[in-house]
């Protein structure tokens, strides 16, 4: 079983900067893809980014030129680097990494982080 834990969340003021970091324990055999969600109160989970092993990189719309995407090299884990934030930032960011074993695919989340901008 693979353990996934967020962290880096907190608060920050409007146009501040966070940086999020995602760990996987539990021996993933392989770390195919990952990338962060969001869901804010009242609202539906939001992909925020992705990252494959091969660097394919997806972002939503709204935090395009903001926010950025990478991996540790070795684990294979995804960062997510938040700049210029703003209130509409503001909710609990869920890690996900997916694993492959042999021809199947399992996905693993974390239980979140909580982000809040203040002005």
């Known amino acids: 079983q693979v353990q996934v834990v967020e962290s880096g969340g907190g608060l920050v003021q409007i146009g501040g900067s966070l940086e999020l970091s995602c760990a996987a324990s539990?021996?993933?055999?392989?770390?195919?893809?990952g990338g962060w969600y969001r869901q804010a109160p009242d609202k539906e989970r939001e992909l925020v980014a992705s990252?494959?092993?091969?660097?394919?990189?997806d972002y939503a719309q709204s935090v395009t030129g903001r926010f950025a995407i990478s991996r540790d090299t070795a684990k294979d884990t995804p960062f997510l680097q938040m700049n210029n934030v703003k209130p509409e930032d503001t909710a609990v960011y869920y890690c996900?990494?997916?694993?492959?074993?042999?021809?199947?695919?399992?996905?693993?989340w974390g239980q979140g982080t909580q982000v809040t901008v203040s002005s």
């Open positions: 539990g021996s993933p055999s392989r770390i195919v893809a």
């Open positions: 996900y990494v997916d694993v492959q074993t042999g021809d199947m695919r399992f996905r693993y």
């Open positions: 990252i494959s092993s091969d660097d394919r990189i």
